[in-house]
Protein backbone atom coordinates (compact mmCIF):
# COMPACT_ATOMS: atom_id res chain seq x y z
CA UNK A 1 0.00 0.00 0.00
CA UNK A 2 1.93 3.29 -1.39
CA UNK A 3 0.03 6.48 0.33
CA UNK A 4 0.58 8.90 2.96
CA UNK A 5 -1.87 10.44 4.92
CA UNK A 6 -1.73 14.16 4.99
CA UNK A 7 -4.09 14.21 8.46
CA UNK A 8 -1.79 12.32 10.08
CA UNK A 9 1.19 14.22 8.71
CA UNK A 10 2.54 10.74 7.63
CA UNK A 11 6.12 11.09 5.81
CA UNK A 12 7.45 7.08 5.51
CA UNK A 13 11.49 7.31 5.59
CA UNK A 14 13.16 4.93 2.70
CA UNK A 15 16.57 5.17 2.84
CA UNK A 16 18.00 2.61 4.32
CA UNK A 17 21.22 4.14 5.11
CA UNK A 18 19.70 6.93 7.60
CA UNK A 19 17.44 3.77 9.32
CA UNK A 20 20.79 2.04 9.76
CA UNK A 21 22.32 5.12 11.25
CA UNK A 22 19.19 5.60 13.74
CA UNK A 23 19.20 1.55 15.03
CA UNK A 24 23.06 1.80 15.48
CA UNK A 25 23.15 4.91 17.91
CA UNK A 26 22.20 2.54 20.70
CA UNK A 27 22.65 -0.97 21.77
CA UNK A 28 19.15 -2.67 20.69
CA UNK A 29 20.04 -6.47 21.96
CA UNK A 30 17.71 -8.15 24.36
CA UNK A 31 16.41 -4.69 25.75
CA UNK A 32 12.91 -3.51 25.44
CA UNK A 33 12.01 -1.24 22.55
CA UNK A 34 8.86 1.00 21.60
CA UNK A 35 8.50 2.51 18.64
CA UNK A 36 5.60 5.36 18.00
CA UNK A 37 4.39 5.20 14.40
CA UNK A 38 6.42 2.78 12.66
CA UNK A 39 4.08 3.04 9.50
CA UNK A 40 4.94 0.73 7.30
CA UNK A 41 7.62 -0.75 9.49
CA UNK A 42 10.71 0.14 7.62
CA UNK A 43 12.66 1.08 11.13
CA UNK A 44 10.71 -1.79 12.70
CA UNK A 45 12.40 -4.67 10.91
CA UNK A 46 15.64 -3.32 11.35
CA UNK A 47 14.93 -3.20 14.98
CA UNK A 48 14.51 -6.61 14.76
CA UNK A 49 17.69 -7.41 13.16
CA UNK A 50 19.50 -6.20 16.49
CA UNK A 51 17.00 -8.43 18.35
CA UNK A 52 15.74 -6.34 21.21
CA UNK A 53 14.39 -8.54 24.50
CA UNK A 54 11.09 -7.30 23.41
CA UNK A 55 9.19 -4.24 21.11
CA UNK A 56 6.01 -2.44 21.43
CA UNK A 57 4.87 -0.22 18.47
CA UNK A 58 2.29 2.27 18.74
CA UNK A 59 0.24 3.31 15.36
CA UNK A 60 -2.61 5.09 14.96
CA UNK A 61 -3.31 4.57 11.27
CA UNK A 62 -5.89 1.88 11.45
CA UNK A 63 -4.40 0.22 8.08
CA UNK A 64 -1.21 0.56 9.01
CA UNK A 65 -1.89 -1.05 12.50
CA UNK A 66 -3.51 -4.22 10.85
CA UNK A 67 -0.97 -4.78 8.74
CA UNK A 68 1.85 -4.65 11.44
CA UNK A 69 -0.37 -7.26 13.14
CA UNK A 70 -0.99 -9.46 10.08
CA UNK A 71 3.07 -9.63 9.90
CA UNK A 72 4.18 -9.68 13.22
CA UNK A 73 1.06 -12.20 14.70
CA UNK A 74 3.41 -15.10 15.52
CA UNK A 75 6.07 -12.90 17.34
CA UNK A 76 5.04 -13.35 21.07
CA UNK A 77 7.13 -10.60 21.95
CA UNK A 78 5.75 -7.84 19.54
CA UNK A 79 2.99 -5.99 21.28
CA UNK A 80 1.12 -3.82 19.04
CA UNK A 81 -1.40 -0.88 19.68
CA UNK A 82 -3.63 0.93 17.90
CA UNK A 83 -3.56 4.49 19.29
CA UNK A 84 -2.36 8.24 19.38
CA UNK A 85 0.14 8.18 21.13
CA UNK A 86 -0.75 11.73 23.08
CA UNK A 87 -4.02 9.54 24.22
CA UNK A 88 -1.77 6.81 24.79
CA UNK A 89 -1.26 5.21 28.50
CA UNK A 90 2.61 3.98 28.75
CA UNK A 91 1.46 2.71 32.05
CA UNK A 92 0.07 -0.43 29.27
CA UNK A 93 3.81 -0.34 28.64
CA UNK A 94 4.67 -3.15 31.48
CA UNK A 95 8.40 -3.74 30.60
CA UNK A 96 10.96 -1.17 31.91
CA UNK A 97 14.71 0.22 30.83
CA UNK A 98 13.00 1.49 27.10
CA UNK A 99 14.58 2.99 24.59
CA UNK A 100 12.47 5.00 22.65
CA UNK A 101 12.31 5.51 19.01
CA UNK A 102 9.99 7.75 16.84
CA UNK A 103 10.30 9.32 13.23
CA UNK A 104 7.65 11.74 14.67
CA UNK A 105 4.73 13.74 13.04
CA UNK A 106 6.11 17.13 12.77
CA UNK A 107 2.34 19.03 13.74
CA UNK A 108 2.33 17.20 17.01
CA UNK A 109 6.21 16.39 18.03
CA UNK A 110 6.65 19.26 20.40
CA UNK A 111 3.78 17.77 22.07
CA UNK A 112 4.69 13.95 21.89
CA UNK A 113 8.58 14.56 22.95
CA UNK A 114 6.45 16.23 26.27
CA UNK A 115 4.68 13.41 27.11
CA UNK A 116 7.47 10.61 26.78
CA UNK A 117 9.64 13.49 28.97
CA UNK A 118 7.18 13.10 31.63
CA UNK A 119 7.30 9.56 31.35
CA UNK A 120 11.35 9.51 31.87
CA UNK A 121 10.82 8.49 35.53
CA UNK A 122 7.61 6.73 35.84
CA UNK A 123 7.53 3.14 35.89
CA UNK A 124 8.59 2.37 32.60
CA UNK A 125 12.17 4.08 33.63
CA UNK A 126 13.05 5.35 29.87
CA UNK A 127 16.68 5.07 29.56
CA UNK A 128 16.67 6.16 25.75
CA UNK A 129 15.38 8.74 23.46
CA UNK A 130 15.81 8.76 19.65
CA UNK A 131 13.21 10.78 18.14
CA UNK A 132 13.36 12.84 14.40
CA UNK A 133 12.35 16.23 14.39
CA UNK A 134 11.82 18.71 11.62
CA UNK A 135 15.65 20.47 12.27
CA UNK A 136 13.97 24.17 13.85
CA UNK A 137 12.30 22.45 16.35
CA UNK A 138 15.54 19.93 16.98
CA UNK A 139 17.50 23.43 17.57
CA UNK A 140 14.51 24.63 20.35
CA UNK A 141 14.81 21.42 22.43
CA UNK A 142 18.60 21.00 22.66
CA UNK A 143 18.94 24.67 22.55
CA UNK A 144 21.58 26.34 25.20
CA UNK A 145 21.42 28.96 27.30
CA UNK A 146 21.78 31.32 26.01
CA UNK A 147 21.12 31.25 22.57
CA UNK A 148 18.67 32.36 20.54
CA UNK A 149 17.29 28.68 20.55
CA UNK A 150 17.17 28.36 24.23
CA UNK A 151 14.05 28.55 26.00
CA UNK A 152 10.79 26.43 27.27
CA UNK A 153 11.47 23.23 25.43
CA UNK A 154 15.00 23.26 25.94
CA UNK A 155 14.85 24.32 29.82
CA UNK A 156 12.40 21.10 30.31
CA UNK A 157 14.40 18.70 28.41
CA UNK A 158 17.83 19.80 29.72
CA UNK A 159 16.16 18.73 33.45
CA UNK A 160 15.88 15.36 33.05
CA UNK A 161 17.73 14.43 29.45
CA UNK A 162 21.41 14.51 28.58
CA UNK A 163 21.46 14.91 24.53
CA UNK A 164 24.08 12.71 23.42
CA UNK A 165 24.38 12.82 19.64
CA UNK A 166 22.08 14.30 16.41
CA UNK A 167 22.23 14.43 12.35
CA UNK A 168 20.60 15.96 9.67
CA UNK A 169 18.08 13.77 7.58
CA UNK A 170 17.42 15.25 3.95
CA UNK A 171 14.07 15.63 2.62
CA UNK A 172 15.17 12.88 -0.13
CA UNK A 173 15.00 10.03 2.52
CA UNK A 174 11.19 10.18 2.65
CA UNK A 175 8.44 9.41 0.67
CA UNK A 176 6.53 12.13 -0.10
CA UNK A 177 9.32 14.49 0.37
CA UNK A 178 8.72 17.07 3.32
CA UNK A 179 9.96 20.69 2.71
CA UNK A 180 11.88 20.64 5.35
CA UNK A 181 15.37 19.40 6.82
CA UNK A 182 14.80 16.70 9.78
CA UNK A 183 17.38 16.74 12.37
CA UNK A 184 17.85 12.85 14.48
CA UNK A 185 17.94 13.68 18.31
CA UNK A 186 19.24 11.18 21.10
CA UNK A 187 19.00 11.73 24.41
CA UNK A 188 19.82 9.50 27.45
CA UNK A 189 17.82 10.19 30.92
CA UNK A 190 19.85 11.62 33.80
CA UNK A 191 20.20 9.20 36.61
CA UNK A 192 21.32 12.05 38.86
CA UNK A 193 18.93 14.99 38.84
CA UNK A 194 20.45 18.26 40.40
CA UNK A 195 16.93 19.82 41.53
CA UNK A 196 14.10 17.10 42.74
CA UNK A 197 11.34 18.36 41.60
CA UNK A 198 8.00 16.81 42.74
CA UNK A 199 5.98 17.31 39.21
CA UNK A 200 8.11 18.05 36.07
CA UNK A 201 4.07 19.99 35.29
CA UNK A 202 4.88 22.42 37.63
CA UNK A 203 7.87 23.17 35.32
CA UNK A 204 5.99 23.11 32.72
CA UNK A 205 3.39 25.55 34.24
CA UNK A 206 6.24 28.10 35.45
CA UNK A 207 8.33 28.31 31.87
CA UNK A 208 4.71 28.37 30.53
CA UNK A 209 3.70 32.11 32.87
CA UNK A 210 7.51 33.04 32.26
CA UNK A 211 7.67 32.66 28.64
CA UNK A 212 4.11 33.64 28.10
CA UNK A 213 5.34 37.49 28.33
CA UNK A 214 8.75 36.43 26.97
CA UNK A 215 9.21 40.23 26.46
CA UNK A 216 8.93 41.78 29.26
CA UNK A 217 11.16 41.96 32.40
CA UNK A 218 10.31 39.11 34.61
CA UNK A 219 10.01 41.74 38.12
CA UNK A 220 5.98 41.31 37.75
CA UNK A 221 5.72 37.84 36.16
CA UNK A 222 7.72 36.37 39.83
CA UNK A 223 5.29 37.67 42.03
CA UNK A 224 2.59 35.42 40.43
CA UNK A 225 4.45 32.10 41.66
CA UNK A 226 6.58 33.45 44.15
CA UNK A 227 6.14 35.26 47.17
CA UNK A 228 8.68 37.92 48.65
CA UNK A 229 10.05 35.58 51.20
CA UNK A 230 10.77 32.94 48.62
CA UNK A 231 12.06 35.33 46.53
CA UNK A 232 15.00 36.13 48.53
CA UNK A 233 16.41 32.82 48.71
CA UNK A 234 17.52 33.09 44.93
CA UNK A 235 20.78 34.57 45.28
CA UNK A 236 21.77 37.22 42.87
CA UNK A 237 18.18 37.06 40.93
CA UNK A 238 18.32 40.53 38.91
CA UNK A 239 14.53 40.93 38.15
CA UNK A 240 15.09 43.46 35.20
CA UNK A 241 16.03 40.22 32.94
CA UNK A 242 13.65 38.84 30.39
CA UNK A 243 12.92 35.30 30.68
CA UNK A 244 15.33 34.20 27.73
CA UNK A 245 18.12 35.20 30.02
CA UNK A 246 17.42 33.31 33.25
CA UNK A 247 19.38 30.02 32.82
CA UNK A 248 17.42 26.63 33.53
CA UNK A 249 18.99 26.19 36.85
CA UNK A 250 17.26 29.42 37.66
CA UNK A 251 14.04 27.89 36.39
CA UNK A 252 14.36 24.19 38.78
CA UNK A 253 15.23 26.85 41.41
CA UNK A 254 11.86 29.02 41.08
CA UNK A 255 9.73 25.65 40.69
CA UNK A 256 11.57 23.85 43.60
CA UNK A 257 10.48 26.86 46.03
CA UNK A 258 6.81 27.08 44.09
CA UNK A 259 6.11 23.70 45.02
CA UNK A 260 6.94 24.48 48.66
CA UNK A 261 3.61 25.70 48.53
Do not use: W
Amino acid sequence: MNYAKKSLGQNFLIDKNIINKIVNLETIFDRNVVEIGPGKGALTVEILKKKPKSLTLIEKDFDLFNELKLRYSNDKNIKIFNSDILKFDMKKIKEKNLIIFGNLPYNISSQIHVKILKCCKGPQEISDIIFMFQKELADKIIGIFPSKSYGRLSILTNYRLKFIKKFSVSPNCFFPKPKIISTVLHFKSKKNLSYNLKKIENLEKITNIFFSNKRKMINKTINKVLNKKKLKRISNLNLMLRPSELSPETYYKITELFEKG
